[in-house]
């Protein structure tokens, strides 16, 4: 069983920075893929960024070059840094970790799943 607690989401304004953290447990970290999703009121889950055990980098389009997403197998920790926000990020952001074959960019790749942490981008 993996267990995967989200934290860093909060109240932030429009053009400001969040940095949110998911500290994974239960197996080894190092050799799996970590994922970001959303989710706003309303809308679907949506891919945000992935990185692969080795390193590979992946983002959606709405956050590329505004937020990176990084890993510290030592702490068995992924981040999000978030940089110049903007209202349509406000959601519940999930972490996801992946051991199987499956795109990076599909929730149903994701083995394990967080409880979310909420951002909200004002105005």
């Known amino acids: 069983q993996v267990q995967l607690v989200e934290s860093g989401g909060g109240l932030v304004q429009a053009g400001g920075s969040l940095r949110l953290s998911c500290a994974a447990s239960?197996?080894?970290?190092?050799?799996?893929?970590m994922g970001w999703f959303r989710q706003a009121p309303g809308k679907e889950r949506e891919f945000v960024a992935a990185?692969?055990?080795?390193?590979?980098?992946y983002y959606s389009d709405s956050v590329k070059g505004r937020f990176t997403i990084s890993r510290d197998n030592a702490k068995y920790t992924v981040y999000l840094q978030m940089n110049n926000m903007k209202r349509e990020d406000t959601a519940v952001y999930y972490c996801?970790?992946?051991?199987?074959?499956?795109?990076?960019?599909?929730?149903?790749?994701?083995?394990?799943w967080g409880q979310g942490t909420q951002v909200t981008v004002s105005s």
């Open positions: 996801a970790t992946k051991d199987r074959p499956g795109t990076y960019f599909s929730s149903s790749s994701y083995n394990y």
């Open positions: 239960g197996r080894t970290f190092n050799s799996a893929g």
């Open positions: 990185i692969s055990a080795g390193g590979n980098i």
